[in-house]
Every structure is written in C-alpha cells, then in structure tokens.
Nanobody
C-alpha cells in the first residue's frame, strides 16, 4: 500500500505564492506517475498536473506558467510550487499516485490540503 499526505496549504493573497508537498510512504518503489488535482466546493475535481518517474510534466492550461511540479524520488516527495495565485485557484488540492502492483495498477489519494486565495 501507498499512503500520501499533503501539506503546505493555507491562506494567501492574490498574486502570492505557496508551495505544497506530498509525502509518500509504504511501497513507494511501486509508485509510477504522480499528479496534483484540485476541487472547489460544488465543482468537479480537476487535473492540475502530472509528473512521470522520468520527470516529464504536463499542466492544465489554467495553471501553465504559474504552477510548477517537481519530484524528489530520494525523499519520496512531490511538490507543487504555485505563483501568481488567483482567487479562482481556491480549492482543496489532492495528491495522487499510480501504483504498479502484481495484479496491475492501483491508485492512491491523499486527504487534501486547503488553499484559499483572497482578493
């Protein structure tokens, strides 16, 4: 099993920056692609970005140029650096990991961390 724990959320003014962390534990060697998602109240959960084991990154159009994903495999940690934050970035941010098991792929989710951007 893989357990994911997000941290770093909080309240920030528009235009500010924030860095989120996702710490993985358990069978971390089985983790493959990881990603960040977010969900605002009354909204569907949406993809923020993905990062592969080799470091290839893809971002949603809404965050390109403002957010940056990185991954420290030695520390089993993924990060989301957020800059030029906007009120519409307000959401619960979730960490996700694809896990390769003997029976196939599985998915692990963190509990989420709240990011609130004030105007």
């Amino acid at each position: 099993q893989v357990v994911l724990v997000e941290s770093g959320g909080g309240l920030v003014q528009a235009g500010g920056s924030l860095r989120l962390s996702c710490a993985a534990s358990g069978r971390t060697s089985s983790i493959r692609t990881m990603g960040w998602f977010r969900q605002a109240p009354g909204k569907q959960r949406e993809l923020v970005g993905l990062i592969t084991p080799s470091g290839t990154i893809n971002y949603a159009d809404s965050v390109k140029g403002r957010f940056a994903i990185s991954r420290d495999n030695a520390k089993d940690t993924m990060y989301l650096q957020m800059s030029s934050l906007k009120p519409e970035d307000t959401a619960v941010y979730y960490c996700r990991a694809e896990v390769m098991l003997s029976i196939g792929f599985s998915v692990s989710w963190g509990q989420g961390t709240q990011v609130t951007v004030s105007s």
